[in-house]
């Protein structure tokens, strides 16, 4: 069976700059025309250097230094997905294997540019507003901007809890959940630099999960334990077992004549047998 899903927390993946980039902004399809070499969200030229995004002087020849996570990152994927229209990344990426290191690489490098969370934003980085496309105002990646939807790299994060479709939540990872999608749980995602669910999604989620464990649960059939023993008895050649059986019991006697003797009773303790004998 698939986990269960529960939204958390809001998330917006923010394109950085270094603080002294002076870039207004970007589209989308210049997102995905710098990072990849597929360009599937509309770009038809490869840009890979400062002046193909329209900016003058001293930048016009430098090249765009990239910097992203690294292929174990979920948030990878989501740029790839999102940002890159399912695209494949430049060779020239470098990968960082994690968020903190993709911004203090922009932050140290004048000409870099890298994504990574909202949330690990730091004085040396700046984070570009986005247009979803050409021509469209740039969008600054804000709360609000989250909850309308006008960020085009907004995205919910998500817990995911191991339990059986046939079985209800036990209660302690029950009350998990709730304080989660409490204001008190609320609270520690914003004081972890997430976006708090609002209260409408908040009580959604609440609401979906406590109708699917109070009223489909009880309704869904017990779960079929597995029946290990069958087939065992039709894979057993009885026959054969038989005839081994009936050869093992037999007695064979010297002498069709023959009798078996009492086993004796008296004589004292048995004679010990010598250990070399038992060897």
Known sequence: YRPTEV????????????????????????????????????????????????????????????????????????FAENALCNGEYKPALRMRPTSVEVVSAVSGDIEAMGYSGVSYARPGVRVLPLARATGEPFVEASPDNAYNGRYPLTRFLYLYLNKSPQRPLPPLEREFVRFILSAAGQTIVQNDGFIPLSTEIANAEWEKLSIFLTFLVPKLPAPVEPDLTRGILEAIDMDSYRAELQTTRAIALPDEDAEIGPVPTGGGAPKPVPELERL
């Not at 070499?37 to 002046?51: K, L, Y």
């Not at 016009?60 to 994927?77: A, H, K, Q, V, Y």
């Open 7 to 78: 939204r958390v927390a809001l998330d917006t993946l923010a394109v950085y700059v270094n603080r002294d980039n002076p870039l207004p902004g970007l589209s989308m399809a210049q997102v995905d025309a710098i990072f990849s070499t597929t360009r599937r969200c509309g770009s038809t030229i490869d840009v890979t250097r400062w002046g193909q995004l329209g900016m003058n002087g001293e930048w016009s020849g430098r090249e765009i230094n990239l910097f992203g996570r690294n292929l174990l990152s979920g948030t990878r994927t989501f």
